[in-house]
């Protein structure tokens, strides 16, 4: 008894380098895109500092329980 099987071996392989080669230029263009911008993390990183001792002075923890470091930034 011979089985058919629902696609033929070469649409399946069509298929298959179409959808590999989508992926790889997509990764290929986000690693561009984000090897050309830099990332300074530092403005984002200050406003959620800010937010979180905001939330914890709003909810009466005291300002001498609350431990802040000195900013360093450093650059990768």
Known sequence: ????????????AWG???????????VLLLTSAT????????????AALDRME???NENAIPAASIKSDT???RHD
């Open 54 to 56: 905001r939330v914890l």
């Open 35 to 46: 090897g050309q911008s830099t990332l300074d993390l530092v403005p984002e990183t200050r």
């Open 1 to 12: 008894m011979k089985h058919r099987m629902p696609h033929r071996w070469g649409y399946i």
């Open 16 to 26: 298959t380098a179409a959808v590999t080669i989508g992926a790889t230029v997509c």
């Open 71 to 73: 900013e360093s930034i």
